[in-house]
């Protein structure tokens, strides 16, 4: 299905709708006893709703066509998953480095309270 086919179900769909929306007009024909009126409201309502069902057909194929397979699928989860975990591995390694700066200012703090508690 190309641009120009969608373009047409659109236009049908613009067609069958526009003499539908005028709804004084649209309420006059409903309570006029003319068979006439009712009739075209039927038949215009009927085109819309073809034409929406094909625009329907259209939206559900291209939504299957653009969908990936289960490989793909499963290949892009386990991709986004070595992400998240690369991400993970990068900041436990920065609190890593963080503790082991702490705990060495814990350290020298430690050894220069011991230094100053032995020369009293």
């Keep these: 299905m190309n641009q120009a086919e969608v373009?047409?179900?659109?236009?049908?769909?613009?067609?069958?709708?526009?003499?539908?929306?005028?709804?004084?007009?649209?309420?006059?024909?409903?309570r006029s006893a003319h068979p006439s009126h009712q009739a075209d409201v039927e038949r215009h309502v009927k085109e819309f709703m073809e034409a929406a069902w094909k625009l329907q057909l259209f939206f559900i194929s291209l939504h299957h066509k653009h969908r990936p397979s289960k490989e793909e699928a499963i290949t892009q989860e386990i991709e986004a998953l070595e992400s998240e975990l690369k991400e993970k591995n990068e900041l436990l390694e920065k609190q890593r480095k963080l503790l082991i700066g702490w705990r060495e200012l814990l350290i020298t703090q430690k050894a220069t309270q011991v230094n100053e508690l032995e020369k009293i």
């Design 7 to 30: 373009m047409r179900w659109v236009t049908s769909l613009e067609m069958s709708l526009l003499p539908c929306l005028p709804a004084r007009e649209l309420q006059a024909m409903d």
